[in-house]
């Protein structure tokens, strides 16, 4: 068990540098320092962090270097274990002689997640803000980091303990009036009072699945396929938005055979753009390999970039484009305003899709604001009360979660005995509990700890 273990890790990056930090966590942590360091510690326990400088020496006696110590007591640490974190000079070979001797006096080296997951288990903290933690230090934007901030603070646990309590107080409410109808002590439920109180916790977890699918793009990226056929621009478009020459561009078709994949971050709002091969019919091998890649991309992508060349009409390639995007999210963007207007957009397309631009003198205007007006949100300036839910596996419990209470609903406005709603109710408490981590699967966990970096 991990409250048995006592780890340790480097949790700065392994790389040379001016300071390393290195952490120990666990019941045996000050018995491994004491064998370790040059002097003696504070008096066990402390109620508040103590800084102490001296040595760490081997079993020789030998100074390996001068370090600070940084000490802990349980539960007053992140972990709720004792904690030491020893700040040293960040010489990789100093670095890992101090872990070895750490390893050599019965610490075990920390997995991926390992601190974070004792915080977990010694309720330090619940299992929205371990993932807020995780999502705080990969944030590919400031909205990102700000939401992730949001998540870690107690406000925003205490909506979800909220809707958790009242479905507990609905559930212990009608069993006592079932169980013991006699007893004035519990309000008595009717089928109408349950009603407006379901459909109120419906509304609430509606909001929250609804914000956490928003701020997914934050944490994550937008995933879009930049499309269209040979020469339209697509490469030209990515070196223009990057302002740098990412992809090669050249006015040779056929010029982009592969997936060129990067990340940029256009006002707030973090993308993953893919420049794909040019879709059009062809016998070359290497070509027909580029074009089927830039289906898979569309498959993947969350929003499409479609290009048409301004200066050709409207061609059949084009069309065979459209038809295979028009079902997905995408933008229609007209490439080459500067040069002569021969293409004519067919009036089925609407003009709400439609972006002009010329990638070539960097008139990106219309597309930048376009995509602030879909995806820069008001998220941070309108903050709710309530965690954003964006993990796949939390959006899923979302899901289930108002599925059931909706025909919970359903089942009330049909006049059900309440009895018969019982079994419901408390599957859908547990299912709040498990997006806490109150209650969870231990496997779902390591996977979520597996994709912590180490040392955190």
């Known amino acids: 068990m991990i409250f048995n273990k006592t780890i340790t890790s480097l949790i700065t990056a392994p790389i040379t540098q001016n300071i390393a930090l290195i952490r120990i966590s666990g019941q045996k942590t000050y018995q491994i320092i004491s064998k370790i360091f040059d002097r003696p510690l504070p008096n066990y326990p402390q109620k508040k962090s103590q800084l102490v400088f001296g040595k760490i020496i081997n079993n020789q006696k030998e100074v390996i270097d001068e370090v600070l110590l940084l000490c802990f007591y349980k539960p007053h640490s992140f972990t709720g274990e004792d904690v030491i974190e020893i700040s040293c000079h960040g010489n990789l070979l100093i670095v890992n002689q101090i872990l070895q001797l750490i390893l050599e006096n019965g610490a075990e080296l920390a997995k991926e997640g390992e601190f974070t997951k004792q915080a977990f288990f010694n309720g330090k903290i619940n299992l929205i803000q371990a993932n807020a933690i995780n999502d705080l230090i990969r944030a590919p934007s400031k909205i990102g980091a700000n939401l992730a901030l949001h998540n870690l603070s107690k406000k925003s646990q205490k909506e979800l303990d909220d809707i958790e309590n009242e479905l507990l107080e609905i559930i212990a409410n009608i069993k006592v009036n079932i169980d013991y109808p006699e007893y004035d002590g519990v309000e008595y439920l009717t089928g109408k009072q349950v009603l407006i109180r379901v459909n109120n916790l419906l509304e609430k977890l509606k909001i929250i699945k609804e914000s956490g699918e928003k701020s997914r793009i934050y944490q994550e990226g937008l995933k879009i396929a930049i499309v269209g056929k040979p020469n339209v621009g697509k490469s030209t478009l990515l070196n223009s938005l990057l302002q740098e020459e990412k992809a090669i561009v050249s006015p040779i078709a056929g010029t982009t055979r592969d997936i060129v994949e990067v990340n940029y971050n256009l006002k707030g709002v973090p993308l993953i753009l893919l420049d794909t091969a040019g879709i059009h019919e062809t016998q070359d091998l290497v070509e027909k390999i580029g074009v089927e890649r830039s289906y898979q991309a569309l498959e993947k992508a969350e929003m499409i970039f479609f290009l048409v060349d301004n200066s050709f009409p409207w061609s059949q390639e084009d069309e065979n484009i459209y038809q295979k995007i028009k079902q997905k999210n995408y933008l229609l963007i007209i490439n080459k305003i500067d040069e002569l207007k021969k293409i004519q957009i067919p009036p ?72 018969a709603i019982c079994s419901d109710l408390e599957l859908s408490y547990k299912l709040v509990k498990e997006l806490s981590g109150k209650e969870y699967n231990r496997e779902l966990l390591d996977i979520i700890f597996s994709k912590f970096c180490l040392g955190k």
């Not at 903050?383 to 025909?407: D, H, R, V």
């Open 348 to 419: 089925y397309i609407s003009q709400k899709k439609i972006i002009k631009i010329s990638a070539k003198k960097n008139q990106l205007g219309e597309l930048e604001n376009k995509i602030s007006e879909l995806f820069a949100s008001d998220l941070i300036n309108n903050l709710t009360n309530f965690p954003y839910l964006s993990q796949s596996w939390q959006q899923a419990k979302l899901n289930n979660l108002i599925k059931k209470l909706s025909e919970i609903i359903n089942e009330l406005e049909n006049k059900v005995y309440l009895d």
